[in-house]
């Protein structure tokens, strides 16, 4: 399989979480993705982006999330990324239930559902300039999209 990439970027709205998610999906459905992948890949893009609108940027709609996905010999990396507040202490952002908005009922889930659906999720983030947000997931490609 050839090595194939895209980039999007959108406005820190709520509603443009729907929107990345089916860019993703669009993008990735080129491949012979399982049903379940797909809904996996589409869950961690709304948490990432919807952690970035929220958390990063305050909902501030002058706020910019970028994705880029790039597939590669059965692997899918999504790179997720805004240059909101970054997040102060990422241990403590990842623990299951923790969140920074409890007034809005956030689940705190984000974190661990992104590690549960992937293969690898990578962190990085400074306060003040933002958060990056990388993970692969390996496919299970048919064996004629393997050929």
């Not at 399982?34 to 002058?62: F, L, R």
């Not at 059965?74 to 920074?100: C, F, H, N, R, W």
């Amino acid at each position: 399989m050839t090595r194939n990439f895209m980039k999007v970027e959108f406005a820190a709205l709520s509603q443009n979480e729907s929107f990345a998610r089916v860019a993703v999906a669009s993008f990735i459905s080129q491949v012979d993705v399982t049903m379940e992948e797909m809904e996996e890949i589409k869950t961690v893009v709304s948490e990432a982006v919807t952690n970035a609108i929220i958390h990063g940027y305050d909902e501030d709609p002058n706020g910019v999330v970028r994705i880029s996905v790039v597939i590669d010999d059965g692997v899918v990396e999504l790179l997720i990324e805004d240059e909101g507040k970054g997040i102060e202490d990422v241990e403590q952002a990842m623990q299951p239930l923790y969140t920074s908005k409890p007034e809005l009922e956030r689940s705190g889930m984000g974190f661990t559902i992104m590690e549960n659906f992937m293969d690898s999720l990578e962190v990085a983030t400074a306060v003040g300039k933002g958060t990056k947000i990388r993970l692969t997931k390996r496919l299970s490609l048919s064996k004629a999209m393997q050929n």
